[in-house]
């Protein structure tokens, strides 16, 4: 056999080996686990990055500082969901996909990366005249280098989550935000203001997209035609569609906030919804992306993806709901503790979007569910109706102010979105509406139950320091909710699939 041809034999099996992922249905649920316990501790030191940067920049920066960049993020945030395109979901959600078709994607999204950083830096003077606020035009100019940066490496990305790489995925995920957090706080204590918050970004993106070049060792080829990659475009602009307007009913309500307050309120706002989503932006999007590629290999089985579902979904709705009242409950010394002096005024916003965190992990979950059924087109229209009753909801609760418009926000997701999507969502997929009920049901009535027995007890036990008062009142909401929770026969056998889950991950990591 002449060299050459083997060498391409060689070549053409590795690609073979990237792009195939039936070895994967093996050992699914055992896979699963340790790619949770990895990603989940890689989030724990995230955690504690995020944290720390949220401390110490407190400590650098005023608030309008923050409330500055929040106003533009509210744009580069929403040109984002159009650099990926969907297409890093149609990479991982493919049954068969071929290096052809992952490198005209790949090259889809760098064009659209590059078009998306040159409109950002077109309509900065726009964004500067909307709010009133000059500095805004090279704000927005710079932020708009990460859409370039972050479009070279969604295919790369994908292809490692796709393969279910995610110790690799940890580890990129770490080290880039490390990176734009270090960054970000020299740039701070050398006097650069806001332009410290507009660092970590950039310097994040970019430590990403070098590390997911390395990690990922593909190198896509040039644009080829008859590839079969159209199907894969109407899967992403649907699924892009849907993340489009999901991301304007996200972004709606600092917009509103802003507008009515300005950069100050806006700065309160910014760092109290920044605290309260910690558990929706830090600790599940990895378990998330996890189920997501676990649940796309078990699409085609209902019965196997509606017992995995629910049984994911009951877990998450256990440990959010924990959260959630543990900072109702602390709101105020989590605000001294890690906003320090000259913050109170967030308190009240704070609290208030606590009793939203339950919607997002919920209604994430739910999406990812649909997404793995390829539901996409009937997600978008589900985000287009949630949208519009956001709006409605927002446009009402201004006319009392920002904390009207924060309580619109909170009320209209507990008790009309959420309900409303489990409802709509059960037509598409094989979890219908008893099922949602009979598993969310006993952790709302145990969480209402331990908030209210904590805060009527709240006041008779008084520390000088906020830690103790944070540790103390998060212990005792943590031993009264799993004691509640114990009392239903469904969630006390979540729980004991819990300590065997966590059992099994120490055995696959020690």
């Known amino acids: 056999m002449p060299h050459h041809i083997h060498l391409r034999g060689i070549i053409l099996q590795s690609k073979n080996q990237l792009f195939a992922t039936d070895h994967l249905k093996t050992g699914l649920r055992e896979r699963a686990v340790k790619s949770a316990g990895i990603t989940l501790a890689a ?23 923050f409330g500055l960049v929040a106003m533009v993020t509210v744009f580069t945030g929403l040109a984002l969901q159009f650099m990926e395109g969907g297409l890093s979901m149609a990479t991982i959600q493919r049954d068969q996909i ?15 990366g590059l078009a998306l950083c040159l409109l950002g830096v077109l309509i900065s003077p726009l964004v500067a005249i909307v709010y009133d606020e000059p500095r805004l035009t090279l704000v927005m100019a710079a932020m708009s ?3 370039l940066i972050g479009g070279l490496s969604v295919q790369h990305d994908a292809l490692l989550r796709r393969q279910m790489r995610f110790k690799a995925i ?11 957090i270090i960054a970000g706080i020299t740039a701070a204590y050398n006097g650069l203001e806001y332009w410290a ?8 993106m970019a430590t990403k997209t070098i590390m997911c070049w390395l990690t990922a060792r593909w190198v896509p080829s040039m644009m080829s035609r008859g590839s079969g990659v159209r199907p894969l475009l109407g899967f992403g602009a649907n699924l892009t569609g849907a993340n489009f307007i999901g991301y304007l009913a996200n972004n709606i309500t600092p917009f509103a906030v802003g507008y009515i307050g300005g950069a100050q309120i806006l700065g309160f706002f910014n760092r109290a919804n920044t605290l309260t989503s910690i558990p929706s932006s830090q600790l599940l999007p990895p378990v998330m992306a996890v189920m997501q590629s676990a649940l796309t290999r078990v699409k085609d089985e209902p019965d196997r993806l509606r017992n995995a579902a629910l049984s994911l979904m009951t877990k998450i709705a256990m440990v959010t709901m924990l959260v959630t009242i543990t900072m109702f409950v602390t709101a105020d010394w989590l605000i001294e503790l890690f906003l320090g002096d000259g913050w109170y005024e967030a308190v009240e916003i704070f609290r208030i979007l606590a009793l939203s965190t339950i919607v997002t992990p919920i209604t994430t979950f739910t999406a990812i569910v649909m997404v793995a059924a390829g539901e996409v087109r009937a997600l978008l229209r589900w985000k287009a109706i949630t949208f519009a009753i956001l709006v409605i909801a927002i446009t009402i609760g201004s006319f009392w102010g920002v904390i009207g418009i924060v309580l619109a926000h909170t009320l209209s997701g507990v008790f009309i979105r959420m309900p409303g999507f489990l409802i709509y969502s059960s037509r598409y997929q094989p979890i219908g509406v008893i099922d949602f009920i009979q598993s969310l049901l006993p952790v709302f009535l145990s969480a209402m139950a331990t908030l209210v027995f904590v805060m009527l007890f709240r006041s008779y036990f008084i520390f000088e320091s906020e830690i103790i008062s944070v540790l103390f009142f998060s212990l005792i909401c943590l031993i009264l909710y799993v004691s509640v929770l114990a009392l239903f026969s469904k969630t006390r056998s979540e729980i004991i699939n819990v300590v065997v889950l966590l059992r099994i991950l120490l055995k696959k990591l020690l």
């Not at 030191?45 to 608030?63: D, E, N, V, W, Y």
């Not at 071929?98 to 659209?112: D, E, I, P, R």
Request: aromatic fraction near 4%.
């Open 98 to 112: 071929t290096h052809a078709q992952v490198s005209n994607l790949f090259w889809v999204n760098g064009t659209l």
């Open 197 to 204: 918050l507009v660092i970590i970004p950039v310097g994040t």
């Open 43 to 65: 989030q724990a030191i995230k955690l504690i990055l995020q944290l720390g940067s949220i401390a110490i920049l407190a400590r650098l920066l005023q608030p309008s500082d």
């Open 170 to 180: 940890s580890l990129i995920d770490v080290v880039s935000m490390a990176t734009g």
């Open 145 to 147: 280098l990460t859409f």
